[in-house]
RNA sequence: GCGGAGUUGGUCUAGCCUGGUCAGGAUGUCAGCCCCCCAAGCUGAAGGUCGCGGGUUCAAAUCCCGCACUCCGCACCA
């Protein structure tokens, strides 16, 4: 076979484009890197994959889902981190115009480097003369940020700066205070959001694995850390994950460990339960869409290459052909990293409460004031001394008095006797804490992509794309054997009937039948029924299935239903 | 961003070195014939500002410059 120099990701990048499935955007004008449009089949393929992932994660366990915008003030991306991890200082030399991360630099020549440096004094330090260019030797630098999103401006006179989001789940964090309300006080509470992001990626290349602008369908599980078990884990804890944990890529091991997920927690190499029970439904996903289980792992991300918000995660990756290991998700334990950031920020409460199971009794100080007595010695004072008396912490109160006897508000000396403290016992019933978060992120493109490759197959010297059924964009397709004799006539009445039960059939009389299998092959359709002669006689079609081209006859009465049922994804 | 290679109908490609015939072929598409169960055959048709812009020349797909994009390395990838 010749033909096997060229790869399968190239013959697929040519099959998805010269049949519509996507292809990169804005050719007309040479195109612009980073950006693809979807056609037809493209945009059923990932239609259906985003109903399957609905199915999976969000409907079975009755989370909810919400659609936030895609442009947010400066201030967001300041709370929630993004401004400063995501706004790189690049260090340009001056001789041969290699660009390194500023801050790399500086660390590897021991140079004392602060969070928020300023780009003025990033390239003062810079260029004190030692730091070498890694490739010339030059010590000559000039340094600018380098901001991996989008900005833009929000308002018709520019009032305010804004960035495209990079990622979806800020959206759920702004909104969280009412999406909680909305659900009822639900913990733990699953908010799902399906939708675009962008990045400004230096160079993205790869075609639609890396994009500038791509989909991502996110879930935020908040949860309550002092109850952070995942009440569904018994249906997973014996599954077996293939994980390569934080020490094996240390070591640059690259065979995964393949282990229960009962014991990756107990060994500690899953850090959360929520964590664990995602990664198991994250592969049957992946196995769904065809990927098969060794050809997917999961990868722990070391601390330093984590984002700056997680505490754990794991990248789930796939196995492509020319791209090698691509990560299709990623699993990330946030903590309460988001929420607190915001709360801060915003200066509203984002924390929830639980009620406890049996109201606790808690000791605690309480000022009795004696408002008469302070009435009497400070009567023009009386209204500000009581309200700052009552934000006081009883307490810093009762020290001051009992170190000097009195105790000094607004500048004027209260006698002992105007606060009396006793201790009283209170019976609390709710606690407040700040949600947790894990996060399964899925980026839509590369799970369509990886979807097409393992898909990909050639039978004599055709394209093949094995779909799943229930993924496929296009599900039936109905062909007359020959293009005379009523055949045509009968035959559109057939496609019409299983238009009207929902399912996704074509019709096509072009060509010879065989050319017709070929092109339906190519574009996934899993089922074609052919009208034939017989089919005058006595109502009966063939089926022929796409995968082992074996036919079988049936009645067009039982026609659909049949088809439904093919179509149908068996459970998990 | 850097270095190297490339960009020709929908797709794949010849031609470029050594400027000059209507830019050739394959495949696909469409129409007709054929009536056939896995891209069969025959006839015909449509489809190209040769990536974009500029220059050299009487003449540029072909030579030169700039830009965009693609691929391979380097760097980057929260």
């Known amino acids: 076979m010749e033909s096997k120099r060229e790869s399968k990701a190239d013959k697929l990048a040519e099959l998805a484009r010269r049949r519509g499935f996507f292809w990169q955007a804005l050719e007309i004008y040479g195109g612009v890197g980073g950006f693809v449009s979807f056609g037809e089949l493209g945009v059923k393929l990932k239609d259906k994959t985003i109903r399957l992932w609905r199915d999976y994660f969000i409907h079975r366990h009755n989370f909810t889902e919400v659609d936030t915008p895609l442009i947010s003030p400066y201030v967001v991306f300041e709370a929630s981190g993004h401004v400063g991890s995501f706004k790189d200082p690049m260090a340009e030399c001056s001789k041969c ?35 070498k260019c890694p490739d010339c030797g030059n010590t000559k630098w000039s340094v600018r940020h380098f901001l991996t999103m989008f900005e833009t401006t929000i ?50 290349r790869q075609g639609v694995i890396r994009l500038r602008e791509f989909s991502m ?81 999961f990868h722990a ?10 505490a754990q995660t794991y990248d789930h990756e796939v196995l492509l052909d020319k791209f090698g290991w691509v990560e299709v998700a990623g699993h990330a334990y946030r903590t ?28 605690h100080l309480k000022m009795n004031i004696n408002s008469k007595k302070i009435k009497e010695i400070f009567p023009d004072k ?37 606060i009396e403290f006793v201790d009283v016992e209170e019976e609390v019933k709710v606690r407040r804490f700040i949600p947790h978060v894990v996060e ?41 054997l020959v293009s005379k004799d009523k055949l045509q006539e009968k035959s559109v009445a057939v496609w019409e009937d299983l238009r009207r039960r929902g399912i996704d059939a074509i019709y096509d009389d072009s060509g010879s039948i065989g050319r017709r299998y070929a092109r339906a092959d190519e574009i996934g359709v899993p089922f074609a029924i052919t009208i034939d002669y017989q089919t005058l006689d006595d109502d009966t ?26 179509l149908r994804p068996s459970d998990p």
């Open 382 to 418: 009386f209204n500000d001394l009581m309200k700052r008396l009552k934000e006081m912490s009883p307490e810093d109160a009762k020290r001051e008095i009992d170190n000097s006897g009195a105790i000094v508000v607004e500048g004027l000396k209260l006698p002992k006797e105007a």
């Open 217 to 297: 369908m996110e879930i935020e599980l908040f949860f309550d850390p002092l109850n952070p078990k995942c009440p569904l884990l018994n249906q997973v804890e014996n599954e077996e994950l293939r994980i390569l944990p934080e020490d094996l890529v240390e070591k640059g091991i690259e065979e995964p460990l393949i282990i229960s997920v009962k014991d990756a927690l107990s060994k500690g190499i899953i850090k959360q339960e929520w964590l664990a029970y995602f990664m198991v439904l994250s592969k049957k996903f992946a196995i769904k869409l065809g990927i098969p289980e060794d050809k997917q792992r």
């Open 301 to 310: 991300k070391l601390p330093s290459e984590r984002a700056h918000y997680s």
């Open 541 to 566: 079609v063939t089926i022929r299935d796409r995968d082992t081209w074996k036919q079988k006859r049936l009645t067009i009465k039982d026609l659909p239903d049949h088809l439904l049922g093919l």
């Open 336 to 363: 309460d990293y988001d929420l607190s950031s915001h709360m801060k920020k915003s200066s509203v409460d984002l924390s929830v409460s639980v009620q406890l199971e049996e109201p606790i009794k808690v000791k």
């Open 97 to 131: 115009h290699k660009k390194f991360r500023a801050d790399h630099l500086l660390m590897e020549y021991n140079r004392q480097i602060s969070e928020g440096m300023s780009i003025e004094d990033t390239e003062r330090e810079i260029n004190k003369g030692d730091v």
């Open 440 to 480: 399964p992120s899925f980026g839509i493109e590369r799970l369509v992509y990886a979807t097409l490759e393992h898909a990909y197959s050639e039978k004599e010297d055709r394209a093949i794309l094995r779909i799943p059924p229930y993924l496929a964009p296009v599900q039936a397709a109905v062909f007359p």
């Open 155 to 204: 308002g018709p006179y520019s009032e305010s700066e804004g960035f495209m989001r990079p990622e979806t789940a800020q959206g759920i964090f702004t909104e969280f205070k009412r999406i909680y309300e909305i659900s009822r006080g639900k913990m733990p509470l699953g908010v799902a959001q399906i939708g675009k992001a962008f990045r400004n990626e230096i160079s993205p």
